[in-house]
Each structure stands twice: as C-alpha cells, then as structure tokens.
C-alpha cells in the first residue's frame, strides 16, 4: 500500500537553529498538508498546499515557517529560528484529490525536541 | 472559527461493554472523518462520512453523521482490548481538514 514517508524519525536541534523536516507524498497525490501535535494533545492544522503554493495556512504558521515542493515528489517544512514550544510531533499528509473520499493518508511523523 | 469538540476526552470502558463517543463541530460541512491513533503512531483512517445521515460499520465501531445536528458519533459494541487508543473525529473545511481533541479510549479486561 503507498505509503507517505517522513524523515527524519526524530531530530533534536537548539534553540534557534533551523530545521527541516522532509516528506515524500504518495506519488499521484496532488495536496499536501503539514500538522502538529505536541506530546499527547490535539492535532494541529499548519499548512495545505496545492499547486506549488499555499492553499491555507493556519495562525501557528507565521513568518518562521515556510514550505517548499523542491522537486517533483519531496515537500519540505522549513522552521527558520526553532522556539521550545515548537517540541512536537510534525505530520505529513498528502490527498488525491481535494475533496477526498479516503481521508488524507499521513506519514509516521518527525519528532522534533528543541533543546 | 471552526470549532471540534469531543466528548468524552477520556474514557475507561470494560470490555464487552458499549460506549459513544460525539463531535460536534460548528460550520456547515458534508464531509466527517474519524482516525485512529495509538501511542507514538500515526493516524490511521477508520471511516470517512460523505453525507448526511451516513452509516459506517467495521467490526465493533460504527460511525454516523447528522449534518443538520453538526454531529458525528462513535459507537463501540462490545468493547474489547485492542480498540484501547486515541480516536479523533476531523472535519471537512474548504482547504483542509480540522481536527478534535481526541477521545483517549482504554479498554480494561
């Protein structure tokens, strides 16, 4: 079954630093979708994106956050200066379609610590 | 805003017994999801509810959805062990899709 794929498992960087966080999507998926969820709690909508831009970001997704498809198969979550509050679980998600009859499919997750 | 609310968030249940879980959620959606995550995992789908007054059974869970009510619900029949995790009910939005906080479910024998 295809998979969304997110690398790395778990990063730890410092206070500051940036950082990104990797997904391939399923290959004929089309919409592209970033989540968090610190330890334990509600799942956060970050950003959708289709089409090479944002379709919808959220307030968490300020001016430190950006999102890039560099190629044709890898969406990348950047963090320019990384805050502690950002600790958390960062979900990839992809969808064929935007009005999606499966629920979007998402990867394993990064775990990101900031120290 | 869009608002999700679940309730319960928390829930011991024995097994064999039956409980519901409900979302409420405030705008105009046709379209519910419910997820399934357990501890350090991913989300897992387990139903998606396209219309109102949608039915979705698999195995000892069913979902529905009343537009009109804003409401989704969670059953669980005859609960068992293996259903212990965190079930989260996600709504449609224009661009995306919101979630609740999650109901953590744990099943004791």
């Known amino acids: 079954e295809p998979e969304v794929t997110q690398t790395p498992s778990h990063q730890v960087t410092q206070m500051g630093q940036e950082v990104i966080l990797r997904c391939v999507p399923i290959?004929?998926?089309?919409?592209f979708y970033w989540y968090r969820q610190i330890l334990g709690q509600k799942v956060e909508f970050l950003v959708s994106?289709?089409?090479?831009?944002?379709?919808?970001k959220s307030e968490i997704f300020d001016d430190q956050f950006s999102v890039e498809r560099p190629d044709g198969s890898n969406f990348t979550l950047k963090i320019r200066s990384t805050k502690l509050e950002d600790s958390a679980m960062y979900f990839c998600?992809?969808?064929?379609?935007?009005?999606?009859?499966?629920?979007?499919?998402f990867g394993s997750g990064t775990r990101l610590t900031v120290v | 805003e869009l608002k999700v609310e679940q309730n319960p968030l928390f829930l011991s249940m024995q097994e064999g017994k039956n409980y519901t879980i409900y979302c409420n959620y405030s705008?105009?959606?046709?379209?519910l999801y419910w997820y399934r995550q357990d501890p350090g995992k991913s989300l897992e789908s387990l139903f998606v509810?396209?219309?109102?007054?949608a039915v979705k059974q698999e195995g000892r869970l069913m979902a529905s959805l009343d537009t009109k009510a804003r409401l989704s619900t969670l059953h669980i029949t005859a609960a068992v062990h293996d259903l212990s995790a965190t079930y989260f009910c996600?709504?449609?939005?224009?661009?995306?899709?919101?979630f609740g906080a999650g109901t953590r479910l744990t099943v004791k024998p």
């Open positions: 998600a992809s969808s064929e379609t935007r009005y999606t009859n499966y629920g979007y499919t």
């Open positions: 996600a709504v449609d939005t224009n661009n995306d899709m919101r």
């Open positions: 705008t105009t959606s046709d379209r």
């Open positions: 994106f289709y089409n090479n831009e944002i379709s919808e």
């Open positions: 290959s004929n998926h089309l919409y």
């Open positions: 509810l396209l219309s109102n007054g």
